[in-house]
């Protein structure tokens, strides 16, 4: 369960990701920069060592969302889906992402959509795993959102997208102020569809922003719904780029 807004910009892009898990899930770490094959990565992540969402030093911002369309489940022991960002995370191009996501033990990992933003090309690629193929497919360098749902992903795509839509109608659309007011939003009402997600067992745990310029990135979390979050308190990590 997850809302991904991407916002393009002259030079670069900025975007959001709301992460919305169960109230028994383990809470996530504030993010940390890592070398990984000589490249700096940021990234925040679980206990455990994966992570859903990282940026590294080209600029290059990779997003894991779960694909819950997807009825089918392992059976057996699986693998996290933590560890598709962490092993990708450094790579600077689609190509080299696709070869690398094909080594993966996806026959072990269930269903998930991973978003990959390429700002040396203006280009997005989404990889698509439903535990029989890994599909590939690129997106315009335009405003957009993505969205997952645990408890009824058709509707929480219908619902947060119409809230989406119209939040485009609003000043500074795409800013990061923008960004910020649309994954706080309650709208229709407070709810497992609302873009802020909340129900009885499960809710937003962290809000992760990410905002890359010709020079820098940065990235602000916050380990809370946003709702929650008063000004002051969004955790910021920079990464200059090469």
Request: charged letters at 20%.
């Amino acid at each position: 369960m997850c809302t991904v807004t991407f916002s393009p910009r002259k030079h670069g892009y900025a975007l959001a990701m709301n992460r919305d898990e169960k109230l028994t899930r383990t809470s996530g770490l504030s993010p940390a920069v890592s070398v990984v094959n000589g490249r700096r990565v940021l990234a925040p992540s679980e206990p455990s060592g994966g992570t859903w969402i990282s940026v590294n030093d080209s600029g290059v911002t990779f997003a894991l969302i779960n694909w819950y369309s997807i009825p089918s489940r392992l059976t057996a022991k699986s693998i996290s889906r933590g560890g598709v960002v962490k092993a990708i995370g450094s790579l600077s191009t689609a190509l080299s992402a696709s070869r690398a996501m094909e080594q993966l033990p996806l026959a072990h990992i269930n269903p998930f959509r991973l978003i990959g933003f390429f700002p040396d090309t203006n280009r997005i690629f989404e990889w698509r795993w439903d535990l029989k193929t890994l599909s590939s497919k690129k997106h315009p360098w335009r405003l957009q959102q993505w969205i997952s749902s645990g408890f009824d992903e058709p509707q929480a795509q219908r619902t947060r997208g119409k809230v989406f839509q119209e939040a485009t109608k609003q000043k500074k659309v795409g800013s990061l102020e923008w960004l910020r007011r649309l994954h706080c939003s309650h709208g229709p009402e407070i709810g497992p569809f609302s873009t802020c997600m909340h129900r009885e067992d499960a809710t937003t745990v962290s809000y992760t922003e990410v905002s890359v310029s010709s020079r820098k990135c940065e990235m602000r979390y916050f380990g809370e719904s946003l709702c929650r979050c008063t000004r002051g308190q969004l955790q910021v990590c920079e990464l200059n780029l090469i």
